[in-house]
């Protein structure tokens, strides 16, 4: 239910910067030259993918993953976690992902986006940070670590082990 609250609460800050600053992306700015004169224009680049149809800053998947990993990471205490998603991109027939450190499956979220051609480097790094700073804020904010069972947010005093 974290994980889902998290990414919900990423997304929403996520979309909320998408439209404020509203950056081009790729697609638009690699044929352009990225509208700088010292940068040479390639007409012929195209991404991987169909691009989505909003605005690239910050990355979505960075911003929702970040919050998902996070959250993952302060629940057991620990990035060394078994996770397997499931996903639409098969590789070698495999239509899950198994990860066993949070951090692999950001990477492969951040490199995904980029080696597509859908975001820039920076817009998935600032993605990842909103998500990390959601999912601490809402950790801290609506959980409590296992061996505080009175709820005043330490251990001392619990009874029970």
Not at 26 to 47: E, H, M, R, S, Y
Not at 56 to 65: I, K, L, M, Q, R
Not at 86 to 97: E, N, P, R, W, Y
């Amino acid at each position: 239910m974290g994980d889902a609250v998290g990414a919900a609460d990423a997304a929403i800050g996520c979309w909320d910067a998408k439209f404020t600053y509203n950056f081009w992306r790729p697609v638009t700015a690699i044929p352009a030259g990225g509208g700088n004169p010292n940068l040479v224009a390639d007409a012929d680049w195209t991404p991987l993918g169909i691009t989505p149809n909003h605005p690239e800053y910050p990355a979505a998947h960075g911003c929702v993953t970040g919050a998902a990993s996070s959250l993952i990471r302060d629940y057991f205490r620990t990035r060394k976690v078994h996770v397997v998603v499931d996903s639409l991109a098969f590789i070698d027939g495999v239509h899950t992902h198994t990860f066993e450190d949070t951090r692999d499956l950001f990477e492969e979220v951040f490199w995904a986006r980029i080696y597509a051609g859908f975001h820039y480097h920076h817009s998935l790094e600032d993605g990842g940070t909103l998500g990390r700073r959601v999912g601490k804020q809402l950790f801290h904010r609506n959980f409590r670590a296992l061996a505080d069972q009175d709820g005043d947010g330490d251990s001392e005093g619990d009874e029970s082990h």
